[in-house]
C-alpha cells in the first residue's frame, strides 16, 4: 500500500473514511492497515509543518556537519545515538562525502547553537571536526514550499 503510505506522508490529516474512497477500500480495511504499520514502525509518528517564520517565535537553525572516527563494531551508530537524544537536534543522518553526520538542530539564539557545538557535540569521543551552517532562509521543506505574502504589484502592500 505504497499509495496509501503517499497520502498520509502528502496529509496526515486525511481520515480513514477519505482515504477509501481514495483507494476504494473499505474503511476497515484501511484502519486495520494503518494501524499494522504503526505497529510494525513504518508510520513512525504525525507532524504539523509549521511556517515558524510568520510567527512571533525565534529561533535559529542550523545544520552541523560532523566528521567521526568510526568505532570498531559499531561504526557510526553509538555515537549518532548520543548525538539524536539531545532535544536540540531535530534530524541526523548518515551522509556520504568529506563528512559523516549531518545533525539539524534548533535554538533560541545563534549563542546558543554555537555553545552546542562547542559544549555538547566536539566534546563527544569520536568526534573529530564540525562545521556549523546557519539556515537563514527555508524556500522548501518536506515537500511544501515556504511562500512569502503576496504584495501588490503598485508596491502599497495591498492598501
Known amino acids: 500500500?505504497?499509495?496509501?503510505l503517499t497520502l498520509l506522508e502528502n496529509d496526515a490529516t486525511l481520515t480513514a473514511e477519505q482515504l477509501s474512497v481514495m483507494l476504494s477500500k473499505e474503511v476497515g480495511e484501511i484502519k486495520e492497515i494503518i494501524e499494522k504499520y504503526e505497529n510494525e514502525g513504518v508510520l513512525l509518528g504525525y507532524k504539523a509543518l509549521v511556517d515558524w517564520d510568520k510567527t512571533d517565535r525565534e529561533y535559529v537553525s542550523a545544520l552541523i556537519e560532523v566528521k567521526i572516527q568510526p568505532q570498531r563494531d559499531f561504526g557510526?551508530?553509538?555515537v549518532?545515538?548520543?548525538?539524536?537524544?539531545?532535544?536540540?537536534?531535530?534530524?541526523?543522518?548518515?551522509?556520504?562525502?568529506?563528512?559523516?553526520l549531518a545533525?539539524?538542530?534548533?535554538?533560541?539564539?545563534?549563542?546558543?547553537?554555537a555553545s552546542f557545538v562547542a559544549q555538547k557535540l566536539s566534546p563527544?569521543?569520536?568526534?573529530?571536526?564540525?562545521?556549523?551552517?546557519?539556515?537563514?532562509?527555508?524556500?522548501?521543506?518536506?515537500?511544501v514550499i515556504y511562500k512569502a505574502p503576496e504584495v501588490d504589484e503598485r508596491g502599497y502592500g495591498g492598501l
Do not use: C
Open 76 to 78: 557510526f551508530d553509538r
Open 80 to 100: 549518532a545515538e548520543k548525538i539524536y537524544n539531545y532535544p536540540e537536534v531535530t534530524s541526523l543522518m548518515l551522509m556520504s562525502g568529506g563528512f559523516d
Open 103 to 113: 545533525v539539524m538542530i534548533e535554538g533560541k539564539t545563534m549563542r546558543e547553537v
Open 124 to 143: 563527544i569521543e569520536f568526534v573529530t571536526a564540525t562545521s556549523t551552517h546557519f539556515v537563514l532562509k527555508k524556500y522548501k521543506d518536506k515537500g
Open 1 to 4: 500500500m505504497d499509495k496509501l
